[in-house]
């Protein structure tokens, strides 16, 4: 059985079609970056919050706060947080990447040096990759196209031209990765090479009707976003269809995403639940999370006392780096898992700081940083607490990080806080390298 087929026949929806369920109330809380807020805000009071959803009750009023006891601590539950719908500011390559099986259909010996090349790309040896094809001497489509790819990588005029030369002769043979890789190019704009928003469009649509199964997704966030040159949710959502019926599972998330929030067009939450089960059947790491997050909730809300499924997918998502399964995984063994004992603060703990360190995710800096203020599963740190408070409220969204952080620095020295600043700093400067790493 490979990887997807089992994956497959471990996710499958949770509840009946016909019922709405707290799966629903998960993920409207997950994406609007509110679900299970801090230590409730960190305590996960998700049983509290979805039996008062399940039953109808009135005890949680608009407006108003409820007290809940966790780990001896009491906390303010927090409203919930308004969903929202976020769109790609602008078009990227990576929007339209590809992977080793788009060679599948190429025949060897041209198969193996592509794959090779592919690998080379990855590691970032672009010489090597280059010189590989360089060998083969071939005009085949998918070797001018990886060699395109290959220039592009190199961030200097010379070979941005080369590039854009190498997509050309490809496109001249039909290849439509190379249309849409491209037309992105076109829309964007680069030094060098001015935005050209009809060429782009033009491109991508000629990728779609060459069948190519990720230029739809452009077109459809370009329709989201407005850099298709118009705003126009329904023909976004046609092109996710379209996506998501040829097996691209992050077309499928996003028109998900759509359905579920009724983000210019009707709400289909039975559709939503569909698309999101599939998304995470195709290994979009995303969609994994969320649906093991739901699941988790359930688990919460005492619809099941089995979170082994939850805790699957999660940590399938884990091992992808995805930043919602890393919080969400960490709230179980810091909460969710002491109905059935199985709490492990200093696993939960390590999680935060995973994801922290390496995602800069504001919900893992908040819960890290609590867990350090309150010596969670490590002895207190409120040094590092003060730097993870900092960074968590950098954007507004965690509107009580600032608090939490004053409080700590009226207990520090003036050395302690230059340390606490030094560290901020450094996560800062640490995560800006990764991200010019992964462009």
């Known amino acids: 059985m490979n990887r997807v087929e089992a994956l497959r026949r471990t996710v499958q929806p949770v509840l009946p079609p016909s019922h709405r369920g707290p799966g629903r109330v998960a993920f409207d809380l997950w994406r609007a970056g509110g679900s299970f807020r801090g230590f409730t805000e960190f305590a996960l009071i998700g049983a509290v919050v979805l039996a008062f959803l399940l039953a109808g009750g009135s005890s949680l009023r608009p407006g108003g706060t409820r007290q809940v006891a966790s780990a001896g601590i009491t906390h303010a539950l927090p409203e919930k947080p308004k969903a929202e719908f976020k769109t790609p500011l602008v078009p990227r390559i990576s929007d339209v990447a590809f992977g080793i099986s788009y060679f599948d259909d190429v025949a060897e010996p041209l198969r193996a040096a592509l794959v090779a090349a592919y690998k080379d790309y990855y590691e970032k040896r672009t010489w090597e ?18 060699r395109g790819v290959i220039a592009l990588a190199n961030a200097n ?12 002769r490809a496109i001249g043979k039909g290849e439509p990765r190379a249309m849409a890789i491209l037309g992105v190019i076109k829309l964007a704009g680069t030094p060098g090479y001015p935005r050209d928003t009809d060429g782009g469009r033009s491109l991508l649509e000629r990728a779609v009707a060459a069948g190519d199964a990720a230029a739809p997704r452009a077109l459809g966030d370009g329709f989201l976003s407005g850099w298709m040159g118009a705003v126009d949710p329904g023909r976004a ?5 379209l996506g998501s019926d040829r097996g691209d599972a992050k077309a499928s998330f996003r028109l998900a995403e759509m359905l579920s929030l009724g983000h210019g067009v009707p709400k289909d939450e039975i559709e939503a639940e ?5 998304a995470a059947e195709g290994g979009h790491a995303e969609a994994i999370a969320a649906v093991g997050a739901r699941r988790l909730i359930h688990f919460g809300a005492g619809l099941t006392d089995d979170p082994d499924d939850a805790l699957r997918l999660l940590e399938l998502a884990v091992a992808q780096n995805e930043p919602h399964a890393m919080y969400h995984l960490g709230m179980f063994y810091v909460e969710y898992g002491r109905r059935i004992g199985r709490l492990d603060l200093p696993r939960g703990l390590e999680l935060f700081r995973r994801c922290s360190e390496s995602t800069m995710d504001v919900e893992c800096l908040f819960a890290y940083a609590t867990g350090l203020d309150l010596g969670l599963g490590t002895a207190r740190d409120p040094v590092r607490a003060y730097a993870m408070y900092t960074l968590a409220g950098t954007n507004g969204k965690m ?9 700590i620095a009226k207990t520090l020295s003036s050395e302690d806080m230059v340390r606490a600043n030094v560290i901020a700093t450094q996560l800062v400067q640490n995560a800006k390298k990764s991200a010019a790493l992964e462009r």
């Open 399 to 407: 509107k009580k990080a600032p608090e939490r952080r004053d409080a």
């Open 237 to 241: 959502r046609q092109y996710l269809q």
């Open 274 to 278: 569909r698309l999101f089960v599939k």
């Open 157 to 168: 005029r010379e070979s941005l031209n080369n590039g854009i030369g190498y997509l050309e």
């Open 129 to 146: 990759a280059e010189q590989r094809l360089l060998k083969t001497g071939s005009e085949h489509p998918k070797a001018l196209l990886m």
